[in-house]
Structure formats: C-alpha cells, structure tokens
C-alpha cells in the first residue's frame, strides 16, 4: 500500500511513461488502486490534455483510471521512421505491461 494521495481529478494527475518492446507510452493514473482498472485510449489525433475531467473525475473516485496518449502524437516518441516501418503493438498486448491485461476498456472521454 502506497503512503501517496489518492489523485481523483484528472487535471492534477501527472503524466507519466511507460517505455515497452522499445516504444515509449504516456499516461495518466488516477483514482484509487485496486480491482480491474478503467483504461481509456485517446482517438486519432488526442493527446492526454485533450481528456474530460467532466467524464474521467467521476469515475476515478471510486475506480482505477488509466489513460493513454497514443504514439507518435504527444508526450510518446516514435522512432524517426516512415510511418509503413513503424509497427505499432498496442500496449495491452505487450508481456511487459501485465498490469493492463485485465482491464476494462471504454471508448474515448476525448473531445472530438
């Protein structure tokens, strides 16, 4: 059990990285640890700042919230390659996030 506060709004939450099978990923935690987290992944072109506290605060007071910015279109950095050689391996299918692997999914709390 972690002595840190428990961050429920999503304006305050710090961005953080995940770096995995050599790409690194951006997000968000917040709400309470524990049970399946709510993980939400940003549309085409969103980043983390462009995520509705009106839609994620609610739910992070009483779930587990992470969310992803996607590759390649803010806080991440792809490799400088053209886009066709640059597979993209979500990050629920990586062996090394196996925190993600159970987690509910929801389309994206991103404007737009």
């Known amino acids: 059990m972690s002595d ?4 429920t709004s999503y304006a305050k939450a710090p961005n953080r990285t995940v770096t995995t099978s ?3 990923f951006a997000y ?5 640890r524990g ?6 992944f940003g549309h085409l072109a969103a980043t ?5 506290p009106r839609i994620i605060d609610p739910i992070a007071k009483t ?3 992470i969310a992803f910015d996607n590759v390649g279109v803010e806080a991440p950095r792809a490799p400088s390659r053209p886009p066709s050689s640059r597979p993209q ?10 925190a993600t692997t159970r987690s509910t ?4 709390p991103w404007a737009g």
């Open 4 to 7: 840190e506060p428990v961050i």
């Open 22 to 24: 050599g790409t690194t």
């Open 28 to 32: 968000r935690e917040l709400g309470p």
């Open 35 to 40: 049970g399946i987290p709510v993980v939400f």
């Open 48 to 52: 983390l700042d462009n995520g509705d």
């Open 63 to 65: 779930r587990h919230v």
């Open 89 to 98: 391996k979500p990050l629920t299918g990586s062996s090394e996030c196996s």
């Open 105 to 108: 999914c929801s389309r994206s």
